[in-house]
């Protein structure tokens, strides 16, 4: 027999354990949200950072090899000169095409010079650095390409002329004054604008040897 006034001992009653679960239902969302949000970010930043580090390296092969010009025309298969060091006359093919000193040969591969025939040129966004084999070009030869950056909005060069003493911006190479063929030497510096989708305009100034 029960004594009286004593009441049996009882555990959670269905309405208790709804609302616990609703309570840890409710407490689960929010720490889902915030765990997604610090993923999202962590993924955010490390996407930048990779962003990031592909402009740098884009602007030091810009920088490498502007620094490293040299007075070398091109010669055609014919063997005569056809193409200046330097140039941006690309009629829509290319941003600027230049020849280049101290390529590396890790390999020592024979019969390879360290001049480097170099172009960049923007497509549909993106950057490319493309570079041929050997310095005159061969008949049928393709330049490699490498695609440095995207989301380019557009490249803006300019080039410091001294020649005529004072410095003048020019917005091509050689100068208009010179495209008749006369040598127009090498620029003093040279100003890289990259107008990004993302970070807006980016400019590097670059010094070229004299």
């Known amino acids: 027999m029960r004594a009286p006034g004593r009441r049996d001992a009882s555990g959670f009653t269905l309405l208790e354990l709804l609302v616990a679960m609703g309570i840890f239902a409710v407490i689960g969302a929010m720490a889902l949200g915030g765990l997604n949000a610090v993923v999202g970010q962590e993924t955010q930043a490390r996407e930048q950072t990779e962003r990031l580090a592909m402009l740098q390296r884009a602007l030091r092969l810009l920088s490498t090899d502007f620094s490293s010009v040299e007075p070398r025309f091109i010669r055609d298969e014919l063997g005569s000169d ?55 070009p061969v008949l049928g030869q393709e330049p490699r390409s490498e695609k440095l950056f995207g989301g380019v909005k557009d490249v803006k060069l300019l080039f410091l002329d001294t020649s005529q003493g004072t410095g003048e911006w020019q917005q091509q190479w050689p100068p208009l004054r010179n495209t008749a063929g006369a040598p127009a030497g090498r620029p003093r510096a040279v100003r890289v604008t990259l ?15 004299q």
């Open 195 to 209: 107008d990004l989708e993302d970070w807006g305009e980016i400019e590097r100034l670059i010094e070229m040897p």
């Open 82 to 136: 056809r193409e200046l060091p330097l140039t941006t006359d690309g009629r829509g093919q290319f941003l600027v095409r230049l020849t280049r000193g101290g390529w590396p040969n890790p390999a020592n591969l024979p019969h390879r010079g360290t001049l480097q025939r170099v172009q960049y040129r923007l497509e549909d966004g993106d950057l490319y650095r493309e570079y041929w084999p050997v310095v005159d």
